[in-house]
């Protein structure tokens, strides 16, 4: 097995840096000229203050500017990172043990960096805080989804545990905050075909073969409103919004379903009834069986007139 390259710059803000593989063919001379055409994005001046700044490099340290173009070679960088606003709400830790980390992760919060996400996510706060430079989360929730995160502590082990959630081998149970509709015949299964198409914001369901399964049950009601209980066989992209969607009943708060919202990135208000409650697996490593269960509970179920009104939770 090929060892992992070591990257010659060190984390920043948690984050490795931007690995740049430079063609074996081109015609370029010098490596600012590659970079300048390879990242439009960038300014050719920022590139030209970063290479006088020493802060790309390459295996033998920093490259100067007029540093000669090395077909096959490699440089490494740190981006500038976006302007974020700050999700004011804390990341509570369910467990921790040598091998694995539990937390229970608020709404409004990336999994991982992604897209104008990138210190303001679980991953880049957990390493920052609890020291843990190589932590790795072994599956992801959307940003506005709620609740139980595993992450990875051990790199040894990263294989095991994200493999473990890939072959859907951890029972997943999700609650959600819906209309509660008394004409609804639950509980029951949830069958449909459902794609996902690249830069587009909504999931839909199509006809065909199915590839997604939900089990839906109603666990109590109020008021109105019902608390849900979500179990998902399948993992595909907003499937339990589509599915609720599906019969009726939109989770509250939902911005994509049916009908997109457009949500300003710092409007806190009515987050997405949402929450990952339950994991539960056999333990790869242990082979001891693990249930982890959430802290937390919906807004809208616990306080609706506050969830309704925008009150912070």
Do not use: C
């Not at 919060?109 to 609890?130: D, F, K, N, Y």
């Not at 790199?155 to 609804?184: C, N, S, W």
């Amino acid at each position: 097995m090929r060892r992992r390259q070591q990257p010659p710059l060190g984390k920043r803000h948690g984050l490795d840096p931007a690995r740049l593989r430079l063609p074996e063919d081109g015609a370029w001379t010098t490596i600012r000229d590659h970079l300048v055409e390879r990242l439009p994005r960038v300014p050719a001046e920022r590139i030209d203050r970063m290479l006088a700044e020493g802060a790309i490099v390459d295996l033998d340290g920093p490259i100067a500017p007029d540093a000669p173009y090395v077909p096959g070679g490699a440089v490494w960088f740190h981006r500038d990172l976006p302007v974020e606003t700050e999700v004011p709400f804390e990341i509570t830790i369910v467990h921790r043990d040598e091998d694995l980390l539990v937390v229970d992760k608020p709404h409004f919060l990336s999994t991982i960096p992604r897209g104008q996400h990138i210190l303001q996510t679980a991953l880049v706060r957990l390493r920052r805080e609890l020291d843990l430079p190589e932590l790795i989360p072994a599956h992801r929730l959307d940003r506005a989804t709620a609740g139980l995160v595993l992450f990875v502590v051990n790199p040894a082990r990263r294989g095991a545990y994200q493999t473990m959630f890939h072959r859907r081998r951890v029972h997943k149970e999700y609650e959600a905050i819906a209309r509660h509709d008394p004409g609804l015949d639950l509980p029951r299964t949830i069958r449909s075909r459902i794609i996902k198409e690249r830069n587009i914001l909504r999931a839909f369901e199509v006809d065909g073969e199915p590839n997604a399964e939900t089990r839906v049950e109603l666990l109590e009601h109020r008021d109105g409103l019902g608390r849900y209980r979500l179990i998902p066989h399948t993992g595909r992209t907003h499937q339990l919004r589509l599915h609720m969607n599906g019969l009726g009943i939109p989770i509250l708060g939902d911005d994509f379903y049916p009908e997109i919202t457009d949500r300003p990135v710092d409007d806190f208000t009515r987050p997405l009834q949402l929450l990952a409650a339950t994991l539960e697996f056999t333990d790869p490593i242990t082979r001891e069986p693990r249930r982890f269960r959430t802290t937390r509970t919906l807004q809208a179920w616990a306080d609706p007139r506050g969830w309704a009104t925008g009150r912070m939770p």
